[in-house]
Nanobody
Framework: VQLVESGGGLVQPGGSLRLSCAASGFIFSNYVMGWFRQAPGKEREFVASIHWSNGNTIYTNSVKGRFTTSRDNAKNTVYLQMNNLKPEDTAVYYC????????????WGRGTQVTVSS
């Protein structure tokens, strides 16, 4: 199983970024894909998730209305569109995957840095 994130960078407050997570090595229809982030000095936190087969999504309250996660089945890629970014969104963003029946997130990417600053 391999998860590779891309798309991070430096953006001004109010700006947008789109993160990508290219996935390989598993049967995607059996999995939930998640996005997490970890800011300096803080614990890793859940941001959003999407069921690969039915597209159902969940978001943490702080990003609702600003972030959208989606998937492209043909490209085996999951996206996190981030709009109206705030300085508090600054963190390393990680892609993760788990099976429907699992409580724990089983696979992780290496992360991509997002910095929101003027």
């Amino acid at each position: 199983v391999q998860l590779v994130e891309s798309g991070g960078g430096l953006v001004q407050p109010g700006g947008s970024l789109r993160l990508s997570c290219a996935a390989s090595g598993f049967i995607f229809s059996n999995y939930v894909m998640g996005w997490f982030r970890q800011a300096p000095g803080k614990e890793r936190e859940f941001v959003a998730s999407i069921h690969w087969s039915n597209g159902n999504t969940i978001y943490t309250n702080s990003v609702k209305g600003r972030f959208t996660t989606s998937r492209d089945n043909a490209k085996n890629t999951v996206y996190l569109q981030m709009n109206n970014l705030k300085p508090e969104d600054t963190a390393v963003y990680y892609c993760s995957a788990r099976t429907y029946s699992s409580i724990q997130w089983q696979y992780w990417g290496r992360g991509t840095q997002v910095t929101v600053s003027s």
